[in-house]
């Protein structure tokens, strides 16, 4: 038997105007999981493109179970015994859970001339793989009724029924409830101690910490090191990854909040079971961060506000001018900006360039004569907030969806400085982000605020909310159940308001 389940070999991969991959090298052992860190950009979803044959690489070799593979496509990679879990999942929720199960690779049987589907195997065979990972759902039910994590499970039991003995999770905690990591966890350990290799990439220190074996870290593109999980301290992994040590995760929060610069006062859903009568205040210059549990309504809160939702009674004040919303557009033009919390599904525009996500906001101050784009002023702007955010891209025309996730974000955070809007509501505006972008992302959010912006923030991740907001409201069950300074801002205050049903 081979010592290393999977070998990627000094792969290298470039694209017009950048080596996103330079002799990158990875081994991952039998019945093992695997973590693969680096910042955003660092290289990693590349890595795994080339491994899945998604993209061609310009040099480097795959060894699976220590014979060499050529990996021109998913398909080759899936019957070379690999599996994928995409971040983003891609479900076909009006489809049974057996029907995603076996897309593409559906069992028949002849039906007089004609070659159909037969339900009866796929559907008998799909209820056994489910019960392999321990997740005995019905394989006749709606895929859409399924939790994200539930959803994730069901991707786990397709990749075992593939007999996949190497499966990539990407970013698998990132939408996941503390109980939810736990049931994935559970699957990954039982699964491992099967033999089955993972390879685990994501940004949470911690869950790499209680699950991982191995860990490799990539950076800008290389390949930094591989180390035993107990054998390197957080504190060196951040080093690696970044190339510097962070002395502090969190900048100095030098904005001094001001006079108030939003109200919104007893804000009632027209839905029952979301928020109600909820009242706050922003000051001019001040974070306010928002805390709760899954399930408290600040989202809900926050795009009813933006004009997504619509309520049965409240007002919204902005410098003491009550404010008709009833639309984005209305938002908009009266000064609110919102970065939403699905930055892939309601953030970017994939298929569109970066100069056009950037502008699209504020393409009504780029019109000639009412009626043509100024191009020239719109790429001075993209250039501009390329420069200020360090936005790292080959060009202004590069499609978006190519970036990086902390990348994308900061594209979406210069379409709204592009629209230097009064109120910036940012809901989990580093999800899925490296610690590097991170710090860099509260930088903005700081500088912002000392021009006197107002921002809202909303984080599940409570070190986040505690080190980068001036002040914390908690929502639980649809209501704000807490105000609480910087001071007063601590874990368990935050715990006992979340949970003030």
């Not at 790292?392 to 210069?414: A, E, M, R, Y």
């Not at 910036?424 to 500088?447: F, H, N, S």
């Amino acid at each position: 038997m081979s010592e290393y389940r999977l070998e990627m070999r000094g792969v290298s991969k470039s694209f017009p105007g950048v080596k996103a991959l330079d002799q990158v090298n990875l081994k991952v052992r039998p019945g093992t999981v695997h973590a693969l860190m680096g910042e955003n950009g660092a290289g990693k979803s590349t890595l795994m493109k080339c491994l899945f044959g998604i993209y061609h690489m310009d040099e480097g070799e795959i060894y699976v179970d220590g014979e060499k593979v050529e990996i021109g496509n998913p398909d080759e990679a899936l019957h070379k015994g690999l599996a994928m879990v995409h971040q983003e999942l891609q479900p076909v929720p009006a489809r049974t859970i057996a029907e995603n199960m076996y897309l593409g690779r559906y069992p028949t049987k002849k039906y007089g001339p004609l070659q159909v589907i037969d339900h009866k195997t796929m559907n008998s065979e799909a209820k056994k793989w489910l019960e392999n990972v321990k997740m005995p759902f019905n394989p006749k039910g709606k895929l859409g009724d399924l939790s994200i994590s539930q959803m994730q499970s069901v991707e786990i039991a397709k990749a075992v029924s593939q007999e996949a003995r190497l499966i990539i999770l990407d970013e698998p905690t990132s939408s996941l409830t503390d109980n939810e990591v736990e049931a994935l966890f559970r699957i990954v350990r039982d699964l491992r101690d099967r033999g089955v290799s993972f390879v685990f990439i994501s940004h949470k220190m911690a869950e790499l910490r209680r699950i991982s074996d191995d860990i490799t870290i990539m950076r800008d593109g290389t390949y930094v090191g591989t180390w035993e999980m107990k054998d390197i301290s957080d504190d060196e992994i951040v080093k690696q990854m970044v190339g510097r040590e962070l002395t502090n995760i969190y900048p100095p929060l030098e904005n001094k909040p001001g006079d108030i610069l939003l109200e919104v006062n007893d804000f009632t859903s027209i839905h029952d079971k979301s928020f109600k009568n909820c009242s706050f205040k922003l000051r001019k210059g001040e974070i306010l961060g928002f805390g709760g549990l899954v399930g408290a309504q600040r989202t809900e809160l926050m795009e009813a506000i933006f004009g997504i939702r619509h309520i049965s009674s409240g007002e919204v004040k902005l410098n003491g001018k009550t404010l008709d919303i009833k639309s984005p557009k209305d938002a908009i033009n009266n000064g609110i900006g919102m970065i939403t919390e699905d930055r892939r599904g309601t953030g970017i525009l994939g298929c569109l360039s970066i100069a056009d996500n950037v502008s699209i906001a504020s393409l009504n101050q780029y019109l000639e004569a009412g009626i043509k784009l100024d191009k020239k002023k719109i790429e001075e702007l993209v250039q501009e907030n390329v420069k200020k955010l360090s936005i790292k891209t080959p060009s202004s025309k590069t499609l978006i969806q190519s970036l990086s996730g902390g990348n994308q974000q900061k594209v979406i955070i210069s379409r709204w400085l592009a629209n230097n809007p009064d109120v910036l509501i940012m809901d989990e505006p580093t999800r899925g982000i490296d610690v590097g972008a991170k710090y860099e992302i509260y930088q903005i959010m700081i500088q912002l605020a000392k021009q006197g912006k107002g921002i809202i923030m909303i984080s599940s991740e409570m070190p986040e909310l505690l080190g980068v907001s001036n002040r914390v409201m908690v929502m639980c069950n649809g209501k704000i159940t807490g105000e609480l300074s910087s001071e007063e801002a601590t874990q368990e205050n935050v715990m006992y308001y979340a949970t003030q049903f």
